[in-house]
């Protein structure tokens, strides 16, 4: 990366050279996340600018507002401007903001400069970076800036669209919920984050019992019915931040974040007592009771490998079903010494 000073007093062959190493940097990112880090780190290292951060729109109303905002820095400076910042630019709405590159505001006795990110004619975040030479930069370092921004946001908007394409691929045509590709992908990113970080993670493998009857009796169009309701079922058992797959036919797995065994038990509970005592619809007139078996298996307190979490919550989900079947099991630990732990099922409300 350059010298700080390299964009200033620099004759053109340096400033397009050092313009285009900047270019292909920027042209190798593949997420907005990753962008945003890189011209953090650009700003100091190029620009000599100490404080850069980004703030991402979570809400996509007709103005901005101090809830709408999320900070993703770690800088404390840029926590404490945060505030005032947001202030003054609620008093904008979001075309105004969107008309020109860089903006300057005052907050105290400090000078920030701000780029707004957007996204098919929605902001979706602002860039900013405390500008230590008071009111709007240098024409050199505004030149620079501004090119560096502008082939940012052409990225930025690059990375949107491939998360929208992968979203699609992501995403289980019938029942709208994850896929078995996602899953494979979340389980990579959560063993590395525990590998990391004391954190865990649980896996509820469920399966439909006595399914097959519903296609044979009631035809297969039933039968997806049946498995769109049991996924908007599972939806509404669960918080934010977990998440729900279409593992195959009848199965789904639920990853509950932050979750251990004893969080996974009840949650597996309360799921299997919900299914045990909703009504599914398989035509205007008919109603039916199902049953799920559930296999529970942890991380890292029953294994670290993406393939053995997925095997143990199998297993005892298929323990479940030959022990009479609506019953939660979860596995035993990896060294073997505690048995399977099993909850037999309630008595179902009539």
């Known amino acids: 990366m350059s010298h700080p000073s390299s964009f200033i007093g620099q004759d053109l062959e ?28 650009l ?19 007709d103005r901005i507002t101090a809830e709408a905002a999320t900070l993703i820095a770690e800088n404390q400076i840029a926590t404490e401007l945060t505030e005032g910042l947001l202030k003054d630019l609620s008093l904008y709405s979001i075309e105004a903001m969107l008309e020109d590159g860089i903006h300057s505001f005052k907050i105290g006795s400090s000078f920030v400069n701000l780029f707004f990110f957007s996204y098919e004619e929605i ?14 930069p240098s024409r050199s370092l505004d030149l620079a800036m501004t090119m560096v921004l502008e082939l940012g946001q052409q990225v930025s908007r690059w990375c949107l669209r491939l998360q929208e394409s992968q979203a699609m691929i992501y995403r289980d045509d019938l029942t709208n919920v994850y896929n078995y590709r996602y899953l494979d992908v979340c389980l990579d990113n959560e063993i590395r984050r525990v590998h990391r970080f004391p954190s865990a993670f649980s896996l509820l493998f469920i399966d439909l019992d006595s399914f097959k009857p519903i296609n044979d009796t009631h035809g297969h169009l039933a039968g997806s019915s049946v498995l769109c ?10 918080r934010d931040v977990d998440s729900i797959f279409r593992y195959g036919g009848d199965e789904f797995v ?13 949650v597996g509970e309360r799921i299997r007592d919900r299914v045990a005592n909703y009504q599914f619809s398989v035509s205007p007139d008919t109603k039916v009771r199902l049953t799920v078996s559930i296999g529970i298996s942890c991380c890292p307190e029953h294994s670290l490998k993406k393939e053995e979490l997925l095997q143990l919550a199998d297993e005892s989900m298929y323990k479940g079903k030959r022990s009479g079947k609506n019953r939660v099991a979860m596995t035993s630990h990896i060294n073997g ?10 008595k179902d409300k009539t």
């Open 14 to 41: 340096q400033y397009v050279e050092n313009f285009s190493e900047l270019t292909r940097e920027i042209g190798d990112v593949k997420s907005v996340e990753g962008l945003m880090e890189l011209l953090c780190n």
């Open 43 to 61: 700003w100091q290292e190029s620009f000599g600018i100490s404080t850069a951060f980004f703030f991402e729109l979570e809400n996509r109303g």
């Open 123 to 136: 902001p979706t975040g602002v860039f900013c970076w405390l500008n230590p030479r008071a009111g709007t």
């Open 229 to 238: 309701q049991l996924a908007d079922l599972l939806r509404g058992e669960l």
């Open 254 to 266: 639920i990853m509950l974040l932050e979750a251990g065994s004893k969080k996974a038990h009840t």
């Open 337 to 346: 010494t505690n048995p399977n732990f099993m909850s037999p099922p309630r």
